[in-house]
Structure formats: C-alpha cells, structure tokens
Nanobody
Framework: QVQLQESGPGLVKPSQTLSLTCTVS??????????WSWIRQPPGKGLEWMGV???????YYSPSLKSRSSISRDLSKNQFSLQLSSVTPEDTAVYYC?????????????WGQGTQVTVSS
C-alpha cells in the first residue's frame, strides 16, 4: 500500500519561500513510469495541480506557477519536495502530494492527507 505524508511549516511570511516535503512508503519514487504530484486547494476553491516529478527525475510544472516552483527529490530518503518562492496570501491552501494511479498517468490514485499552509505576516 502506497502511503504519502506531507511535512513542512504551517505558516510562511509573504515574499518568503514555501518548502514542503513528501515522504513516501510502500513504493519507490523511482518505480518506472509513475508521476509524483503536488496539488493544492485554496480555501473555498477547487483543486489546483501544481506540478509533478516523473520517476526519472524530470519535473513538469503548471504554467501559471512555473516561474516560482521547483520540484526535486531525495532518493536516499524516498522523498520529493516542493519549493514555491515569493509567496503571497493567495498561496494559502491545503497542499497535497500524490502518486499517479497507474504508470504514465498523472491523475492521482494515492494521496497524502494534506497539510495546511497559511501565508501571513
């Protein structure tokens, strides 16, 4: 059973960089052809796909966030991470990490429980 767990600070000040880590168990982030995603849900809004890192380490980003986003991974810890720079209160959301349901599929089949991040001074 694949399990994902987000971790990171719950409060970030405007203009700073938000950093989150997803720790994966029950699967390797290098398992062929799987996508590992970051998704967020602002209060009162729908889910927003932010980006993925493919099993080979290639990142892909939402065009709207590409200039501020970076997704990386730590193979020794079976973790992947998100950095979002120059945050504003509009970046306040519940942040989720997820794995594609099948190889070559971005649509998540496994989700972390989510972590609340608030951007406020």
């Amino acid at each position: 059973q694949v399990q994902l767990q987000e971790s990171g600070p719950g409060l970030v000040k405007p203009s700073q960089t938000l950093s989150l880590t997803c720790t994966v168990s029950g699967d390797s982030i290098t398992t062929s052809y799987y996508f590992w995603s970051w998704i967020r849900q602002p209060p009162g809004k729908g889910l927003e796909w932010m980006g993925v890192i493919f099993y080979d380490g290639t990142p892909y980003y939402s065009p709207s966030l590409k200039s501020r986003s970076s997704i990386s991974r730590d193979l020794s810890k079976n973790q992947f991470s998100l950095q979002l720079s120059s945050v504003t209160p509009e970046d306040t959301a519940v942040y989720y990490c997820a794995r594609g349901g099948d190889p070559w599929v971005v649509v998540p089949g496994y989700w972390g429980q989510g972590t609340q991040v608030t951007v406020s001074s």
